[in-house]
């Protein structure tokens, strides 16, 4: 029935094309300014990227946070490591740049030592008050020097919030607007006020500024990879017109390949722009994907123009044919290419469902204009001569067919051999891979801000936040000592954790309430006895100032609090062991049956994101097999025929996978995309192949060796062509400063060649070796999908083989 409805298609698609040329043209015209018109709409992501659907229990916990304490990642932090900081000309110096930063309309408050204040008590007003650490005007060295001596030995509460006190690191802390962190008003910021300051302090003094932060690491980042977009489209646009042009040597061919795939990444920005989406790390990939994966439609119908024009010299004839042979199987290929991408549209991710509905889409377009204009622009033009058809008849392509050919004909064995050698090898290599759920892991490491997010682990004990929320089930109940006794405890047990920075909490308010009670000696910043209690917390309680400050730790109604730590980089194995100590710890402190305690934060945010996205993901690959399966269905109505064509593509998928272990490279949101994408690219390699087959086998009157050897050599070429089109053109990706980037393109590039391989001669062999199981003639009986179209006669082999 399918094959009666769509018998002629093809042919009568290539009539319609070929006598509506100007109005095609037109349409195209329209469409590619109307897209433009929304570039306008285009915007970069300002907020971070959330891996998690917003009903996640993980992400509703956050969110709860954030409506109760609000936004946690709105520090930006500036220090400086060196002594001579401490100098007079140089501190005033310092002191100038923080009055500039909480000048700044996007700032909120600024900590620093400009304006550090003392907690002390005021016996004639029965409370306690805060006043400046620092005089208004410092005039002498030695006065200063007094003043760090006290800050450094008195004041243990700022240690580890504005200094070092091992290292005489001094660090400030700006805190942005809670409205503005996520917005691009942070962004312009960053990039122009921020840096500015900071670039002026440096060329005043001398010294080196070391800046980091949640919001300054997410705008540089993201700044990183608006200014890799432009260089990604020119180094996807210049490889492939190379090797494109190496193949074809026609500047004629060579440039219409590139006005197509131009047009094409023009609608991929305007489709970005009609759907309002971001341009994030994945969606800027979008532009240079379209260039790799539209350059093979291009070679497939130019390279089949130019066989038909040298078969007969009829261009108007080889023009339709472009159109009618091979239409479908273009087609086909891209469908399943787009179905790789679109698998991602079922993850629940927002950031990879843009992404999926972006390319799956875009890839389709890219076909449509392929098709379209390659037969139109070629028939305004003359008929290509004989030095554009050289490329044909090269001797090293017919050499490197003659070796595929002699490899199947002759050496089956050694193939299998060798095939189920590597899947072994594979899967030894893939229990060894391991997952990472780090967010700092893809960002460049030789950029400077990666750099200061290194030296403020090492100087403060990390910079990504994990929170812990504490619910005393009661009104005030935050502020009663054997609460805080456990806060306490917990507090001790997150020092003794490496990995993890000093915890900042309500009991350091009241630890330092303490010490200020006692005149400020240092020996007395601990938590009150139980006489002591009443009357210092009674007194804090009296303090305005102290109540602003308690603000920050505790919600209004003294029921729940929370501690605040900062976690180092490390492997996912060991942030998954903290998580589990800290829930152990918090079991054994906090009764259940008393105390609500759970964690969040950022950092556990995303580890928890990439372990849902990499099951996720799996079910996306295992969706992309079955749709392809499917496809395979449609085209061959026999199940050994699918399991012939799936195993060529997942065979490479298993050595990536086992590459990956071997190497070290970790299971990321970056590098699980690899497989959905190259499988989705690699399966059309075995369309063209088996539909040529197909074709060859009515051809031949069922003899299946002359069949495959004649479709190894028709198809062998385009397919070598394209596999090498798409292999330099994914390893433009390794340019990126980003590991994540990289990754994806060293490992779609390497898939994509064992793919190849796997095609041209693990395909065949197995076609041959299967013969008797598969040479019957229900695989051709009422085709699903029309190959020989109209006007095509299977009793003219000549027509079909060079």
């Known amino acids: 029935m399918v094959a009666k409805l769509t018998q002629g298609f093809w042919a009568k698609a290539a009539r319609i094309i070929l006598r509506n040329r100007i109005l095609i043209l037109l349409g195209i015209t329209a469409v590619t300014v109307l897209l433009a018109t929304q570039w306008k709409y285009m915007q970069f992501s300002s907020s971070e990227a959330n891996l998690l659907p917003d009903d996640h229990p993980a992400n509703l916990q956050y969110n709860a946070f954030l409506k109760e304490f609000g936004e946690e990642g709105n520090t930006i932090v500036l220090a400086v490591r060196d002594t001579a900081l401490l100098e007079l000309d140089n501190f005033n110096r310092w002191n100038i740049l923080n009055e500039q930063l909480e000048a700044a309309p996007e700032v909120s408050f600024v900590l620093s030592t400009d304006n550090l204040s003392k907690l002390v008590k005021n016996d004639s007003l029965g409370q306690f008050e805060l006043t400046p650490w620092m005089p208004e005007q410092l005039q002498r060295q030695g006065q200063l020097d007094t003043l760090f001596s006290e800050l450094f030995t008195r004041l243990p509460f700022y240690n580890k919030i504005l200094f070092n006190k091992d290292s005489k690191t001094l660090q400030t802390v700006v805190y942005l607007d809670k409205d503005l962190v996520n917005t691009t008003v942070r962004k312009d910021f960053v990039l122009n006020d921020l840096q500015n300051m900071v670039a ?4 005043d003094t001398g010294l080196d500024v070391h800046v980091s932060g ?65 341009i994030t790390v994945l969606t800027a990939l979008i532009p240079p994907v379209i260039i790799v994966i539209g350059i093979p439609n291009c070679i497939f119908l130019i390279n089949k123009y130019q066989q038909e024009v040298n078969k007969h010299g009829n261009q108007a004839l080889s023009l339709q044919r472009v159109v009618s042979r091979i239409g479908n199987a273009t087609l086909m290929t891209n469908v399943t290419t787009a179905s790789g991408f679109a698998t991602f549209i079922i993850t629940d991710s927002k950031l990879l469902t843009e992404f999926g509905i972006v390319a799956s889409l875009n ?16 028939s305004f033009m003359p008929i290509p001569k004989t030095k554009h058809l050289k490329h044909l008849n090269k001797r090293w392509i017919g050499t490197f067919v003659n070796w595929m050919e002699r490899i199947v004909r002759n050496h089956r064995i050694a193939i299998y051999f060798t095939a189920i050698g590597l899947l072994v090898a594979s899967i030894i290599g893939i229990y060894q891979i391991r997952i990472s759920g780090s967010p700092i892991e893809d960002m460049p490491k030789n950029a400077g801000f990666f750099q200061d997010i290194r030296f403020f682990e090492s100087e403060f004990d990390g910079i990504m ?28 047990f997150i020092e003794e954790t490496p990995e993890l920075s000093k915890p900042i909490s309500v009991v350091n308010l009241v630890k330092y309430s303490k010490q200020a009670y006692y005149n400020g000696l240092p020996k007395y910043y601990q938590l009150p006895t139980s006489q002591e209690s009443s009357f210092i917390l009674s007194l804090a309680g009296k303090s305005d100032q102290d109540a602003n400050l308690l603000s920050s730790f505790v919600d209004s109604t003294g029921q729940v609090a929370r501690i605040t730590t900062y976690m180092r980089d490390m492997p996912t194995e060991r942030m998954e062991e903290i998580e589990e100590e800290l829930l152990e710890e918090i079991a054994k402190i906090f009764p259940a049956e008393r105390y609500d305690v759970s964690l969040t934060g950022k950092a556990l945010l995303f580890l928890k994101g990439t372990k849902y996205l990499v099951v996720n993901l799996v079910l996306s690959l295992a969706l992309a097999i079955g749709l392809i399966a499917l496809f395979m269905a449609y085209l061959f109505r026999s199940f050994r025929m699918i399991v012939i064509s799936l195993i060529p593509n997942l065979l490479p998928l298993l050595i990536t996978a086992g590459v990956m272990g071997y190497l070290g490279v970790p299971i990321k949101p970056s590098t699980i995309l690899v497989f959905s994408i190259a499988f989705g690219i690699s399966v059309d390699d075995t369309i063209h192949f088996l539909a040529k ?23 062998g070429v385009s397919m070598f062509y394209t596999s090498i089109v798409l292999f330099f053109g994914f390893s433009v990706f390794t340019i990126s400063s980003f590991g994540g980037t990289v990754a994806l393109g060293a490992l779609v590039s390497a898939t994509l060649l064992f793919a ?47």
């Open 363 to 378: 890839i389709l377009g890219i076909f449509v204009l392929s098709l379209l204009i390659i037969p139109i622009v070629y």
């Open 214 to 278: 949640m919001p300054y690491i997410r705008t540089m980042n993201a700044q990183n990879i608006i200014d890799e977009i432009g260089m990604f489209i020119t180094a996807a646009l210049v490889v492939t017109s190379l090797i494109f042009f190496f193949f074809f040597r026609s500047f004629r061919a060579t440039f219409i390949s590139i006005c197509v795939v131009i047009i094409g990444v023009m609608w991929a920005f305007g489709t970005l722009g009609l759907l309002r989406y971001e």
């Open 200 to 203: 002026d302090f440096e060329r």
């Open 465 to 492: 936040p994990v929170e812990i929320v504490i619910d005393t089930r009661q009104r005030n109940g935050v502020m009663k000592l054997p609460t805080l006794k456990r806060m306490d405890e917990l507090g001790h």
């Open 693 to 715: 087959y197909r074709q060859e086998l009515a051809t031949h009157h069922w003899r299946i060796r002359q069949s495959v050897y004649a479709s190894l050599r028709e198809t």
């Open 756 to 802: 190849m391989l796997s095609n041209l001669i693990l395909l065949p062999s197995l076609l041959l070796s299967l013969e008797r199981n598969i040479a019957n003639k229900e695989v051709l009986k009422e085709p699903q999908i029309d190959i020989l179209t109209e006007g095509e006669s299977v009793d003219k082999p000549e027509e079909d083989l060079e």
